[in-house]
């Protein structure tokens, strides 16, 4: 079994900074794709930041400069740096991997979500 576990959320004052992990755990033989999304009260979740294997990173727009996405291949860890943050940044925060287990190919796992929450 896979499990995906985040932890890093919490009340955060406008212009702070905050960092998310996610962590994978289990039968694991190799991670591709790792994203970060969110979703705010009332709307749809949205991409946030992705992480392939190779390192290479894509932000959302509103993102862009503040945050970065950044993973450890060897902990099966991807996290979230949230820098300069905003009260629009008010969310649950969820991550997602693409992992091939010990049952054979790949599927997405996610992480429980993590409250995270702008405001002075």
């Known amino acids: 079994q896979v499990q995906l576990v985040e932890s890093g959320g919490g009340l955060v004052q406008p212009g702070g900074s905050l960092r998310l992990s996610c962590a994978a755990s289990g039968s694991i033989f190799r991670i591709s794709t790792m994203t970060w999304y969110r979703q705010a009260p009332g709307k749809q979740r949205e991409l946030v930041a992705d992480i392939t294997n190779s390192g290479a990173t894509a932000y959302t727009d509103s993102v862009k400069g503040r945050f970065t996405i950044s993973r450890d291949n060897a902990k099966n860890t991807v996290y979230l740096q949230m820098n300069s943050v905003k009260p629009e940044d008010t969310a649950v925060y969820y991550c997602?991997?693409?992992?091939?287990?010990?049952?054979?190919?790949?599927?997405?796992?996610w992480g429980q979500g993590t409250q995270v929450t702008v405001s002075s």
């Open positions: 997602k991997q693409v992992i091939w287990s010990g049952s054979g190919g790949s599927r997405d796992y």
